[in-house]
């Protein structure tokens, strides 16, 4: 996506973005052992997020978790349940929303 002037990440347009670099906390998941974790995202793919915590680095299935990760001063939800594309696919699906 082209940057132009004063254009940044928001709400509305965080699934057509990059989330390798933010900082998330796993707010719900079908597997109880990884609520709670918290770390920077180190990479996706299409199934899987990747976050680096404490302990090192946790493989997180998409189709079981909800992350909150922080944009400026708001949290957000992502429902990664709903976002199982290829990074570089979402835009196409989703119009560059949060759904």
């Not at 990760?69 to 957000?76: D, F, P």
């Amino acid at each position: 996506m082209l940057k132009k002037k004063n254009y940044c990440i928001t709400r509305e347009n965080i699934a057509a973005h990059e989330w390798i670099g933010l900082h998330a906390v796993v707010k719900s998941s079908s597997d109880r052992s990884k609520t709670g974790l918290r770390g920077k995202i180190v990479d996706e793919t299409k199934n899987l997020v990747v976050i680096e915590t404490e302990k090192g680095e946790k493989k997180l299935p998409k189709r079981e978790v909800t992350l909150s990760v922080r944009i400026g001063k708001e949290n957000v939800l992502l429902q990664c349940s709903k976002l199982q594309q290829r990074p570089e696919d979402r835009v196409k699906y989703l119009g560059g929303k949060a759904k």
